[in-house]
C-alpha cells in the first residue's frame, strides 16, 4: 500500500538526513492524516493518497514560480526538488499519445449523447480521471482534451 511505502521511504530519509525528501514526505503523511481524520473512514485509499501527493505537487510548482519571480532561487530549487521527491509515488505517467487514445475513447462514447463543447469536455475530463487517477499531469489532459474538441 502507497501509506507504507511513503512511512517506509520516510524513516530511510530521516536516517539519511535526507532534508528535502524528510519535508516532502512529512508534509504528505500529515495531509494523510487529516484526511483520514475529516472523512472517519480510516485508512485512505490509493487513489485518495495519490490526489494528495498531485495537490502537494501542485502547491510546490506553485510556490516554485513565485520564489522564482522573487528571485528566491534557493527557495524556488527548494521547492522543484521536494516535488520531485513527491514525483516519485505516483504511477507511472501516460505519453501524451496514450492521453490522446484514452481521451479519443472515452470522447466516443459520449458521442450523439453530449452535442455541448463544453460540458463535452468537463465529462471527459472526469470520466479520465475516474480511469486514470494520477498517471497524467491534468493540464496536459486538458491540453489535449481542447485540441480534440476543436479538431
Not at 516554485?64 to 524556488?76: F, H
Not at 505517467?93 to 479519443?104: G, N, R, S
Amino acid at each position: 500500500m502507497l501509506k507504507e511505502k511513503i512511512q517506509e521511504s520516510f524513516l530511510i530519509a530521516f536516517k539519511a538526513k535526507d532534508e528535502t525528501a524528510k519535508s516532502a514526505l512529512s508534509s504528505i503523511k500529515a495531509a494523510i492524516t487529516v484526511a483520514e481524520k475529516q472523512d472517519g473512514l480510516g485508512d485512505l485509499s490509493d487513489d485518495g493518497i495519490i490526489k494528495l501527493i498531485n495537490k502537494g505537487i501542485k502547491q510546490r510548482e506553485e510556490s516554485q514560480k513565485i520564489y522564482e519571480d522573487a528571485g528566491r532561487d534557493e527557495l524556488a530549487r527548494k521547492e522543484c526538488d521536494e516535488a520531485a521527491v513527491l514525483r516519485t509515488f505516483l504511477p507511472k505517467q501516460m505519453t501524451p499519445q496514450e492521453i490522446t487514445d484514452a481521451l479519443t475513447e472515452i470522447m466516443q462514447g459520449f458521442s450523439g449523447v453530449v452535442t455541448n463543447p463544453q460540458v463535452l469536455i468537463g465529462k471527459s475530463i472526469g470520466e479520465f480521471n475516474k480511469r486514470h487517477q494520477g498517471k497524467a499531469d491534468i493540464g496536459t489532459v486538458k491540453e489535449i482534451v481542447n485540441k480534440l474538441v476543436q479538431s
